[in-house]
Antibody, heavy 117, light 106 residues
């Protein structure tokens, strides 16, 4: 079975960084792009960026460009999302998502990141 | 930047048909996907490439896309269909989500 398993909840102070991991299993990791999507409390889904898991190139939304890094470890089938200079507005559930046929077919369980002083 | 617009809420009686729209400039020229999101769960893909259903998604879910509007239709709506629904499309190399529609079954 195809699964994406994310790391656990994080609590960070404003200005700090957070790194969330996403381990893939049940398929060939490098054949599918990986995206990151977040949902702040009471808000909708927000796309953050994606990585070509084979080549490693990335693309980000304008909103988080400059603060977000997405990397991958192909030997371990893990994708990472690191967000820096955290502020209260970054409090959200963060999802890693597999892309197939222009859509998001497999979602991780979500990682709650709380930014609070 | 490209924007997708959804109605904030839609209400439907059990057994009736619910239609949720997603509007964007020339949206019919690109593929649209739809996701169902229930509280405490991860979103679930229900329609991809405008009208295709992933394995395991009931036949009562269908989609269409033409002109500036994509539509998710749920026929014979059931209580379990109550959720937030999001449309999604690509804007060149970036992804856009609609603002979401809360479907209430009452």
């Amino acid at each position: 079975q195809v699964h994406l398993v994310q790391s656990g909840a994080e609590v960070k102070k404003p200005g700090a960084s957070v790194k969330v991991s996403c381990k893939a299993s049940g398929y060939t990791f490098t054949r599918y792009p990986m995206h990151w999507v977040r949902q702040a409390p009471g808000q909708g889904l927000e796309w953050m960026g994606w990585i070509n898991t084979g080549k490693g190139n990335t693309k980000f939304s304008q909103k988080v460009q400059g603060r977000v890094t997405i990397t991958r470890d192909t030997s371990a089938s893990i994708a990472y999302m690191e967000l820096s200079s955290l502020r209260s507005e970054d409090t959200a559930v963060y999802y890693c998502v597999r892309e197939d046929l222009d859509s998001f077919d497999i979602w991780g369980q979500g990682t709650m990141v709380t930014v609070s002083s | 930047s490209y924007e997708l617009t959804q109605p904030p809420s839609v209400s439907v009686s059990p057994g009736q048909t619910a239609s949720i729209t997603c509007s964007g400039n020339k949206l019919g020229n690109i593929y649209t996907s739809w996701y169902q999101h229930k509280p405490g769960q991860s979103p679930l893909l229900v329609i991809y490439q405008d009208r295709k259903r992933p394995s395991g998604i009931p036949e009562r879910f269908s989609g269409s896309n033409s002109g500036n509007t994509a539509t998710l239709t749920i026929s014979g709506t059931q209580d379990m269909d109550e959720a937030d629904y999001y449309c999604q499309a690509w804007d060149s190399t970036t992804v856009v989500f609609g603002g979401g529609t809360k479907l209430t079954v009452l």
